[in-house]
C-alpha cells in the first residue's frame, strides 16, 4: 500500500507542453542537423535513424510523466492534446533553426542536394534512374531550387501530421497501460518523486 504524498498540484497541460515542446524541438533541431550531415558522415546517418526510431519512445516518457504528475487522471484526449500542443511548438523551433541553416550558413545545401539525387539517379544506368534524373531535372528548370521557406513550410506540416499520429498512439497505449492500479502502483513505486494517483 503506498501513502499518498502531498505534492504540488499537477501544471496544466499547455504549460507542460510548451515545457516538453522545447525539448522536443532540441531534439528535432539535433535531427535536421544530422540530417544534413549525413550525406558527408556515415556517423550522422545512424544517428538520424537511431534518434528517429527513439522518438516516439521519448514523446511516451515525456507524456506518463505529466500522467503521473496529475494522479494518472488524464483522459486520451488530454494526453493527445498534450503531444499535439507539444509537437506544434518543436516544429515551430525546428522551422526557425532550419531557415536559418538553408538561409545564411548554408545556402547552397538544396541545390546540391538535388544535384546529388539527379547525379545518383543517373549513374544507376536503368531506365527506371533515367526516367527520375529526368523527372527531378525538369521540375529543378520549370520550379527552380526550392527555397529555404518552401523547404520549412513542409517539414512543419510534415512534424505536425507525424506528431499527431504518434502522439495518438503513445496517448492510447499509455491511457490503456496505466488504467491498472497495479500498474500505477508499481511506477510510483520506481519513481518516488511522482504524484501518487488519488
Same mark, same amino acid.
Request: charged share 10%.
Given at each position: ?23 522536443? =524541438?532540441?531534439? %528535432?533541431? #539535433? ?8 550525406? @558527408? /558522415?556515415? $556517423? *550522422?546517418? !545512424? &544517428? ?22 496529475? =494522479?494518472?487522471? %488524464?483522459? #486520451? ?8 500542443? @507539444? /509537437?506544434? $511548438? *518543436?516544429? !515551430? &523551433? ?44 525538369? &521540375? ?59
Amino acid at each position: 500500500m503506498i501513502t499518498p504524498q502531498h505534492n504540488k498540484p499537477a501544471r496544466a497541460i499547455v504549460n507542460v507542453a510548451a515545457e516538453n515542446g522545447a525539448v522536443l =524541438g532540441l531534439y %528535432l533541431i #539535433l535531427l535536421a542537423v544530422f540530417t544534413g550531415l549525413s550525406s @558527408s /558522415f556515415g $556517423l *550522422a546517418s !545512424l &544517428l538520424v535513424w537511431a534518434g528517429s526510431i527513439y522518438l516516439p519512445f521519448y514523446l511516451y516518457r515525456q507524456m506518463r510523466a505529466h500522467h503521473a504528475e496529475s =494522479g494518472f487522471s %488524464l483522459s #486520451l484526449a488530454e494526453l493527445w492534446a498534450q503531444a499535439l500542443m @507539444s /509537437f506544434l $511548438l *518543436a516544429a !515551430l &523551433l525546428q522551422a526557425v533553426a532550419v531557415y536559418v541553416l538553408l538561409k545564411f550558413v548554408a545556402p547552397d545545401f538544396v541545390a546540391s542536394q538535388m544535384q546529388l539525387a539527379i547525379d545518383t539517379f543517373a549513374a544507376t544506368g536503368t531506365p527506371e534512374g533515367d526516367i527520375w534524373a529526368k523527372t527531378l531535372t525538369d &521540375l529543378r528548370k520549370a520550379n527552380g531550387v526550392p527555397s529555404a521557406a518552401d523547404v520549412v513550410s513542409n517539414l512543419i506540416v510534415f512534424n505536425i501530421l507525424c506528431g499527431a499520429f504518434m502522439g495518438f498512439c503513445d496517448a492510447l497505449i499509455l491511457h490503456a497501460r496505466y488504467r491498472s492500479t497495479k500498474r500505477r502502483q508499481q511506477y510510483m513505486q520506481s519513481h518516488p518523486g511522482s504524484q501518487t494517483p488519488q
